[in-house]
């Protein structure tokens, strides 16, 4: 009996490395939906667990998330989730400008848990991707800075999703 296994790149170079000979494992993803029954597999169980956020996020299905994890290093990838670097998630094949944001929207904080060595240190400050964020969302930049300063005043360790969320109030409202 046989399986078909959908690979990103990276691991089809890392299988491609070991010869033809090798035995090899994989971390699997069993994806199921009404009518399809699809197997993910990855070198690391790290790929495993960014590419399960990815699919998580509105928009981002199993296809577009193997995409992603092959055009960009998994550590670049969340490096550019957690900075916000729009530019380069907009470089992945298939993610446009909106899917860009969902996945700096809901994913910001998440990356920071899969434990990816990064040669880079993630950002850690989010008030410049908040600022971002507002920009990109047609805000002016001194208006988006002044919200996002309020925002932060008013919940001083609160979380991206809810400083946006904030910030966008007092937007609103001006």
Not at 38 to 54: A, I, K, P, Y
Not at 102 to 114: G, T
Not at 150 to 157: C, G, I, L, Q, Y
């Amino acid at each position: 009996m046989g399986y078909r296994v959908h690979i990103p790149v990276s691991t089809y170079y890392e299988i491609e490395r070991l010869g033809g000979d090798a035995e090899v494992s994989l971390h699997i993803h069993t994806h199921v939906r009404e009518d399809d029954l699809s197997l993910f597999g990855f070198w690391t169980d790290t790929e495993r667990q960014l590419f399960e956020l990815l699919i998580g996020v509105s928009g981002i299905g199993p296809r577009l998330a193997r995409v992603a994890l092959s055009g960009m290093a998994p550590g670049d990838l969340v490096i550019a989730i957690a900075g916000g670097d729009l530019v380069k998630l907009n470089g992945i094949p298939g993610v446009g400008k909106k899917t860009a944001e969902r996945m700096i929207l809901e994913l910001r904080d998440k990356v920071r848990d899969v434990g990816i060595e990064t040669a880079e240190p993630l950002p850690m400050g989010a008030d410049d991707g908040l600022v971002s964020a507002l920009v990109n969302l047609g805000y002016r930049q001194n208006r988006a800075e002044k919200a996002v300063a309020e925002a932060r005043r008013e919940h001083p360790e609160g979380e991206f999703s809810d400083l946006l969320r904030a910030s966008l109030r007092r937007l609103s409202r001006a």
